[in-house]
Every structure is written in structure tokens, then in C-alpha cells.
């Protein structure tokens, strides 16, 4: 099983509150990515980073944003939730090695925008 | 540019019957390719991958795909269901020319309902 935790699982929030999504992992993977999927839809991603420092915008436009100031650790924000925010958000991290780019996700984090 | 569709957004099977879920691809370069199932409420896990090895992949809990190139496929079976594997499955594909970055491309979904 991988090591790839997200907090928190579910949370319920008005519009207007700024939420932190947090997604840590004990692997040492340099690569990390955020997805997000609607109830019945395809993933997309939204960002993600190649290392300490490094951010980039994913296929998907969103209003959130995200750091990486250390390795194992890579939070998704929003300032200010709205209901179309309303969604599933996926963590994600791999190892470096193109060919293997096996991609470990965490168990979610949905979030509801009331 | 790649594009991975899954030919059936539900299939239903007997348990103990055969399991096919149907996944064609588009892709520029050489592809890598995945499975991964999703269960009720947990994330997404790794079932098998194809990265230009045997194209007949074996992986976790008695599932296999086979890759056909001709084909454009990477079809999903099992032998025999168990209700344990009743979830939502999605094929992902990964172009050789966007694995630095890891941009996959999943599938919309397949949900495996598994009846007794």
C-alpha cells in the first residue's frame, strides 16, 4: 500500500471560508499532483509539482492553489470557496523514473461548499 | 494528442461469471497504460500497467489486461468475479512524451456491479 495521506476525508463549508486540503507522503517521491473528480466523472489534473519549489497549473483551470516547500508535503488552498468548488479532491505522487511513472494516489478529500 | 474512452459506463455480472471491461486508446507515442480501481469512498489504487514489457499484464487480485497495439486496446477481464470487486474502474494512459510530467489521461469510468 502506498503512503499517501490526505486530511481532511470530508468537510462541509460555507461559501466565502478559505480551505486547506493537506496531502503528505512518506515515500521520498519528488513528483506530487492534485486531481480532481466529479461524482461520476473522469479525473482531472489541476496541478502539480516536479520537487521542493516547483508548481505548475494542470490540464484542468482551477481557482485553487498550491505549495511545495517541502518533498513529502504539497496542500491545495482555496481563499474562497464557492459551490462550484464542490467536488472530490485527489493527491497524488510518483517516483521520478519516466518509465515506471506509476502514480500512488491518497483515499481523497471531498469537499462539500454550502 | 492521446485519449483513453471506455467503451461502457456500467457493466453487470454474476459473480463467479467472467469480467471484461472494454478500454480503447489514442496515443502519439508509445503508450504506458493502467488500471486502477476505485471503490466506494476510497482513493484510487493500482490494479496493473503496461509499459512496453509482455503485453499480456497480470495484477492484483486476479485481474489481467492484455495490450493489443493493432487493436488500439487494453481491455480489463478476470475469470471469475467476486462481490469484492464490485467498484468503479478507470483506464488511464500515459504518453511516453508526457510521463516527465505525469499528465495522465483517465477514462470516464466503468462501474462493475457484481450480482450473487
Known amino acids: 500500500e502506498a503512503d499517501i495521506y490526505q486530511t481532511p476525508r470530508y468537510l462541509v463549508i460555507g461559501t466565502g471560508k478559505k480551505i486547506t486540503l493537506e496531502c503528505s507522503q512518506t515515500m521520498g517521491h519528488d513528483k506530487m499532483y492534485w486531481y480532481q473528480q466529479d461524482p461520476g466523472m473522469e479525473l482531472h489534473l489541476i496541478h502539480y509539482s516536479y520537487g521542493v519549489n516547483s508548481t505548475e497549473k494542470g490540464d484542468l483551470s482551477s481557482e485553487s492553489t498550491v505549495s511545495r516547500i517541502r518533498t513529502e508535503h504539497f496542500p491545495l488552498t482555496l481563499e474562497s470557496a464557492r459551490p462550484s468548488h464542490t467536488s472530490q479532491y485527489l493527491c497524488?505522487?510518483?517516483?521520478?523514473?519516466?518509465?515506471?511513472?506509476?502514480?500512488?494516489f491518497g483515499e481523497g478529500s471531498w469537499l462539500t461548499v454550502v | 494528442a492521446q485519449s483513453v474512452t471506455q467503451l461502457d459506463s456500467h457493466v453487470s455480472v454474476s459473480e463467479g461469471t467472467p469480467v471484461l471491461l472494454r478500454c480503447n486508446y489514442s496515443s502519439s507515442y508509445s503508450p504506458s497504460l493502467f488500471w486502477y480501481v476505485q471503490h466506494p469512498n476510497k482513493g484510487l489504487q493500482l490494479l496493473l500497467k503496461y509499459t512496453s514489457a509482455a503485453t499480456l499484464v497480470k495484477g492484483i487480485n486476479g485481474f489481467e489486461a492484455e495490450f493489443k497495439k493493432s487493436e488500439t486496446s487494453f481491455h480489463l477481464t478476470k475469470p471469475s468475479a467476486h462481490m469484492s470487486d464490485a467498484a468503479e474502474y478507470f483506464c488511464?494512459?500515459?504518453?511516453?512524451?508526457?510521463?516527465?510530467?505525469?499528465?495522465?489521461?483517465f477514462g470516464q469510468g466503468t462501474t462493475l456491479q457484481v450480482k450473487p
Open positions: 497524488a505522487s510518483s517516483e521520478s523514473r519516466a518509465l515506471s511513472n506509476t502514480i500512488y
Open positions: 488511464v494512459v500515459s504518453d511516453r512524451g508526457s510521463s516527465n510530467t505525469g499528465k495522465l489521461i
